[in-house]
């Protein structure tokens, strides 16, 4: 599964960073995660709960902040987020040719420990 891969990398990051700032146990994980990156958010909660045991972050909470979809026209430039994913096409103009300006993000953006 997709989302088991991307947290064991997320926790593996985490663990190096809190050891670093001598934190035993992580008590909260804060991970964003764009609207177009695909992964869910109900799979990643799984996945930590069961990849977190017996490391720093055993037990900690984890929330999920979605990012929407920002795109921008190379038609007209005009910038615009999508009713939904994958509908793409510009509302101004009708181009498809669009660039992602956010969206497919995945981070940890902080964690609390102690
Ligand atoms: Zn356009």
Redesign the pocket.
């Known amino acids: 599964m997709h989302e088991v891969s991307l947290i064991a990398g997320l926790l593996e990051m985490v663990a190096v960073s809190a050891k670093e700032q001598g934190i035993a146990r992580v008590t909260k994980v804060h991970l964003v995660v764009g609207a177009g990156h695909g992964a869910l958010p109900e799979a990643l909660s799984l996945a930590f709960a069961a990849l977190s045991q017996g490391t720093e972050c055993a037990g900690a909470e984890l929330t999920v902040e979605k990012l929407p979809i920002f795109l921008r026209?190379?038609?007209?430039?005009?910038e615009y987020s999508p009713p939904g994913w994958p509908y793409v096409s510009?509302?101004?103009?009708?181009?498809l040719t669009?660039q992602l300006l956010q969206g497919d993000e995945l981070y940890v953006e902080y964690y609390e420990g102690e």
Do not use: N, Y
């Not at 026209?73 to 005009?78: E, F, K, L, R, S």
């Open positions: 026209c190379c038609a007209c430039h005009h510009c509302p101004r103009c009708g181009s669009v």
